[in-house]
């Protein structure tokens, strides 16, 4: 078996079709690196922002279809990515089980790689898509719930010194928790509609994360709560507020991928209830799975301008909406979904539009 792997990525003439726009050619970055050596901490995003001006192409620069991309190869810290501009159409490389040796990491001078066999621990893991540490919190997570959703959820009755504010530390009185579900629970308290400001359709309604807890012994009688310690607060924590049982979800390997339809949705929410966010902010969008919204869908932001009226408030000019940046849906329900903003000019502000780029 020989000691390094060479796969051949050609680089496609033009994106995954829609049914709204016509093809476009991958285009390269002006001044590209000649080669790039992964990194820990890079993602497959801003690996890709390096050799494209739209980074999300890169399943198409892979050169791969769609069944293909469901089980994308997996790019490893050490891994060699070359540019090789000889050829037309231009095609990178993957270059793997090889040893770097001098030259610039990511620059054009010579970089010598000599073959070797590569020794990997078996925690060693491929690097992902988008930064895991900015969505991992809103997978474990509900996020969106029905009208009354949190109502049989076991609840926080009583404080320890009667304090009315909970944080870290503290130790709190939960009724209802079944002895079956482990000790580690999240603590969450409804919050606002989630309110379509195109249809006004009640969409959901928010859960509002604000910390974790942990049982420190179930009380068996159906009369008495069982003591708490709150592990983690984000938010103040109240009485009356709810535990929903902790769960510990993968993050997949998400790829990037334009609709293949027109799909046009407004971000009607940003994590934490602010009205402006920017790069690596969580966002929420009116559509869902029932729109045809699936996790890896990249999405162009367009600031939402609305049409100039007169004092009679008649429309009397139009005004186009401006394209400033790039989300990508990680997490759908059926009628909303959670995106990423991945890259931004200005702030993103609620009510802008993301439709398909």
Known sequence: MPNFIIISLILVSSLLSTQALADEPVRLQDNPPDRYVVVKGDTLWGIAGRFLKDP????????????????????????????????????????????????????????????????????????????????????????????????????????????????????????????????????????????????????????????????????ERLDTASPIEITKSTLEINTGDRLVEATKVAIDNYVPHAPETLIKARIISAYGGITEVGQNAVVTLNKGTRDGIERGHVLAIYRHSPPAKNKKGEIILHIPDERYGLLMVFRTFNKVSYALVMQITRPVHLLDVAQTP
């Open 56 to 219: 999300w192409q890169w399943p198409q620069v892979w050169g791969m279809n769609r069944e293909q991309i469901k089980n994308p190869h997996l790019i490893y810290p050490g891994d060699v990515i070359v540019l090789d501009l000889s050829r037309q159409p231009p095609s990178l490389r993957l270059v793997t089980g090889e040893r770097v040796e001098g030259g610039v990491v990511g620059g054009r001078e010579a970089v010598k790689l000599s073959p070797q066999v590569r020794a990997e621990p078996r925690e060693r893991a491929p690097i992902p898509t988008i930064p895991a540490a900015a969505i991992e919190p809103f997978l474990s997570q509900p996020l969106v719930i029905e009208a009354g959703g949190l109502d049989s959820a076991p609840r926080i009755v009583a404080t320890d010194g009667d304090r009315v504010v909970l944080g870290g530390g503290d130790r709190a009185y939960a009724y209802r928790l079944p002895t079956d579900q482990g000790v580690d629970w999240q603590i969450y308290r409804t919050g606002k509609s989630l309110i379509d400001p195109d249809t006004r359709e009640v969409l959901g309604y928010e859960a509002i994360y604000l910390g974790d807890a942990k049982v420190i012994r179930f009380e």
